[in-house]
């Protein structure tokens, strides 16, 4: 039964995204930034951005190809589903985590083991709260910033292979302005505890209003005083054409910012998602991206499964002419999507792992 509420907690919170995407005001106007702004790159023995590439400790770019793992609502299968995970050689992957709020908080020991294991299998971990999805509330954010905070002794030295995602898809409201003084307001919790990691921060709107980034991004870099955050789009009805997928990631990167696509699917409630575009630009523009996710999607939303079952050797996802109902259930669409191929594929061909211990010379170091 917990299993299933848990589940039931994920769906809703997409099913939200759907909502707020289909309630937006079509052609918000969006003010961005086009003054050529300077932030001096940190000197962190870690991951860190310069401009819109993220550069891991050697200063070699690093382009995430990778994928989310429930962690938090799948503990007793979630080191097989990492080795899973890896045998398909991913570079990456966001790690959801709870802090107590809505999800049983995951312990420093715990954290410590599961991101060293990412480091064994030379992935990248991006460990991420879940508990303030869709929240406005700052404190709900600053809540989650003191969760990371309050394990400084467990990650500080691990700024080489972790990346802190301080909470996924905080902010479900237009009001970009809310959103960035949340952010200024929560940076600095990780920054006064020693942290100097790579700090992810999501777009407002569930993680698919762009213009939050577009807008504001750049003073939210600005109140970092390592001036290292790594934004993040999730991109699901939001992402319904190439237009849109171009205009989201260019009104980013075009500003110097750098950015990753953290969450995505092949299909949603909203309407389709074109994810072959989302791949193929991303790789036009070095930009990283997470598939959503590795396993355990609950109804309605299980055609996001890139796997069918949590073993480490599972069943690539594939849907034949699925129905897809939309969030008001007035309309149902039929689908089809090798979805679990095209995305263990993708790592196959463009996923190249980061230097997580020594500095090596070598061009090619996947």
């Known amino acids: 039964m917990e299993k299933l509420i848990r589940l039931s907690i994920l769906a809703l919170g997409i099913i939200c995204q759907a909502i707020l995407y289909a309630k937006e005001k079509a052609g918000e106007d969006v003010r961005i930034d086009k003054k050529e702004t300077v932030f001096k790159v940190s000197d962190v023995d870690g991951f860190k951005v310069d401009g819109a590439k993220l550069l891991d400790r050697c200063g070699n770019e690093f382009v995430m190809r ?27 992957v966001r790690i959801v985590l709870g802090d107590g709020a809505k999800f049983t908080a995951d312990d420093a020991a715990s954290v410590r083991k599961i991101i060293d294991k990412c480091k064994e299998y030379g992935m990248v971990a991006i460990v991420e709260v879940h508990d303030a999805t869709g929240s406005d509330d700052i404190n709900d954010l600053v809540k989650a910033a003191n969760y990371f905070a309050n394990m400084a002794s467990v990650l500080k030295g691990t700024e080489h292979y972790v990346i802190i995602n301080i909470a996924n898809e905080w902010h479900k409201s237009s009001s970009a302005a809310n959103w960035k003084n949340g952010y200024k307001q929560a940076i600095p919790v990780i920054r006064n505890a020693g942290l100097r990691h790579c700090i992810m921060v999501d777009a407002g709107g569930y993680g698919q209003n762009a213009s939050t980034i577009h807008t504001y991004g750049k003073d939210v870099l600005a109140a970092d005083v390592e001036n290292n955050i790594l934004f993040s789009i999730h991109m699901y009805g939001s992402a319904g ?3 849109k997928i171009a205009s989201n990631i260019d009104g980013v990167i075009n500003q110097g910012l750098a950015l990753c696509i953290g969450e995505f699917g092949w299909y949603h409630s909203d309407g389709d998602v074109d994810e072959q575009q989302i791949l193929s630009y991303c790789k036009e523009k070095n930009v990283g991206w997470l598939a959503w996710s590795w396993y355990g999607n609950g109804n309605p939303v299980e055609y996001l499964d890139v796997v069918k079952d949590p073993s480490s050797d599972p069943v690539l996802s594939s849907y034949s002419n699925i129905s897809i109902n939309n969030w008001k259930n007035t309309k149902t669409w039929k689908a089809s999507s090798d979805w679990g191929k095209t995305i263990t594929d993708a790592w196959k061909a463009e996923a190249k792992k980061a230097n997580l211990d020594k500095c090596e010379t070598s061009d090619n170091n996947k």
Do not use: C, D, H, R
């Open 66 to 92: 990778g994928v989310n793992l429930a962690y938090t609502w799948f503990k007793s299968s979630a080191y097989t589903q990492l080795e899973a995970i890896n045998k398909y050689e991913a570079n990456a």
């Open 241 to 243: 054409n190439k237009k």
